[in-house]
């Protein structure tokens, strides 16, 4: 048995030999272990060539004591060997070199290449690929970008009710499934594969299991939808309530977002369809035709066109606005929509919330706002439920710039050491892929946690903590989760982006921004960046922290407020929430 031990134990030992010896570092070692190995022999077989030398003031004898004696450094010959072996060694230590150089190059081809089929001009992408010598086929997937245009088409379909029918086309299938051509003998016959499931379909917007989410959440989506998707909406009995997104100075998207929830709510509470109208962010050149100055900019529009025509009519008709079938901001004052009665059409199942927020240390199992909390999430997700080209190509280009590099060594790890001057060996695409693969979500390093320090002028507003503590409850998950390694850094401060430099352990990511240096307000921040960055980039932000693993934020912040509810009605509520701060009116 003992023999078997030390057997057992000598083989773990060469294995872990193997291992180690096999690293690059462990390799760099060797080689400089072996060259000074061969210096200190040449120096050695120089010095018997004198017979003695003198180390201050002392002699040393190094000569024969006898002709016949054999010396024990043979001075020309492993001269000669030592030579050999530094020269071997150099040509290895050249060509790991040379590989290293060639690696980083196709690393930075392959990223530059996927940059440029970001661009929206067919011309430019050709023009590109031909510099390189390059073909649309060659170039492999980018598992860290979204197919932007397919993405929107799938999204409208599934947000436009089918003919004749109660709901879009939500069948028990996921993504492109539903569109698979016809197989068998059953479904070629007239099979209703491709027709909604009438019971309990639910809205696709919705992921995770009920208990990942918020109470009732994929029955109370499926109901706002309904209600703001009239099958007539020039019945008579449609109702509607048009209101512009906030715009007094001051108010940043949070606090808009915030308020046009409450203007959903009274919508509901009052049987009107809401039909949102001007939105300031959105007026910019990024935004094209009609959805300039809209919402539907980038998310899908909370009502149908149909909807949307009917109540702009409406509102040229002094007799609607008379008998109240059409309603405006301005017929409700800053309380209803700010605080008012969140709808009780589901009863009360913030009642039942899941204790998983932790505020300095202890669980928060309850507090004055818990209907607003649960609302707040609801309305959000809605609002928020599909995005448009336009988004998806702002993650697309977010998630390059943050990711493409490592999504680069990631691909070529399975392509040939020639490309791109060799193809891939199969690079044809299969039904799996483009219909059952391509509903899955784009690459990012996993497990990633989120974290939105909020500082600067908020602290008019809430307890503003410093970077350190964030900090400090990153360490405290990575505890639980030793896998964790990345951070998607959002913040308006350079400071912050500084101080992430002082925690190498952690990979940060975040947007290329200009960022705030000393004290000033939002407003004039923004007002320095342009309308279009400074709501391009927080939505960019606000989205990566709804799709990480973790968040860690303050629930003081109204932004973070809103993220908190997004992740608990997208399957993230046994993530967990670690905030620095409570909410002011808790």
Known sequence: MEAMNQKSLERVVSQRALQMG?????????????????????FLAALTSFGSFEFNGISFSMGASSSSSPSPWNSSSDAINCKLKLKETERWFNSQRSTMETDNERVSLLHLVWGALLTESVHEEREFLLKFGLNRSSVPNAPHLENCKLSAYINMRLDTRAENESF???????????????????????????????????????????????????????????????????????????????RLPGFGIGAQIAGMCGLLAIAINEKRVLVTNYYNRADHDGCKGSSRSSWSCYFL??????????????????????????TTKDNYSSKQIWAGRAPRVWGDPWSYLQPTT???????????????????????????????????????????????????????????????NVEAANNSRSDIEDFVWSSHRPWIPRPMLSMHVRMGDKACEMKVVEFEKYMLLADRIRKHFPHLNSIWLSTEMQEVVDKSKLYPHWNFYYTNVTRQVGNMTMAIYEASLGRETSTNYPLVNFLMATDSDFFIGALGSTWCFLIDG???????????????????FW
């Not at 703001?228 to 909406?233: G, R, S, T, V």
């Open 22 to 42: 096999s690293s690059f570092p462990c390799q760099i070692c060797v080689v400089g272990f072996l060259c000074g190995v061969c210096l200190a022999s040449l």
């Open 566 to 584: 997004m992740r608990n009605t997208g399957g993230k509520v046994m993530s967990g929430y670690l905030s620095v701060n409570k909410d002011r």
């Open 358 to 420: 932790e505020i300095n240390g202890t669980l928060i199992a309850y507090h004055r706002k818990m209907d607003r909390r649960w609302w707040r999430a609801q309305a959000v997700r809605y609002l928020m439920r599909f995005l448009t080209e336009y988004t998806c190509g702002l993650l697309n280009v977010a998630r390059h710039a943050a990711f493409g590099k490592e999504a680069a060594k990631m691909v070529l790890t399975g392509l040939p050491r020639e490309w791109p």
């Open 301 to 326: 529009p909370e009502t149908s066109q149909e909807c949307r025509d009917r109540a702009f009519e409406l509102m040229d008709n002094n007799e609607a606005l008379e008998k109240g079938i059409i």
């Open 168 to 246: 879009p086309p939500w069948t028990n299938r996921k993504g492109l499934l539903d569109m698979y051509p016809a197989s068998t003998a059953k479904e070629q016959l007239g099979s209703p594969r491709h027709h909604p499931i009438s019971e309990g379909v639910y809205p696709p917007w919705i992921t995770g299991s009920d208990e990942e989410n918020y109470p009732l959440t994929r029955k109370v989506q499926q109901d706002i939808w309904v209600h703001q998707h009239p099958p007539n909406c020039w019945d008579p009995n449609v109702r509607f309530l048009v209101a512009d997104w906030e």
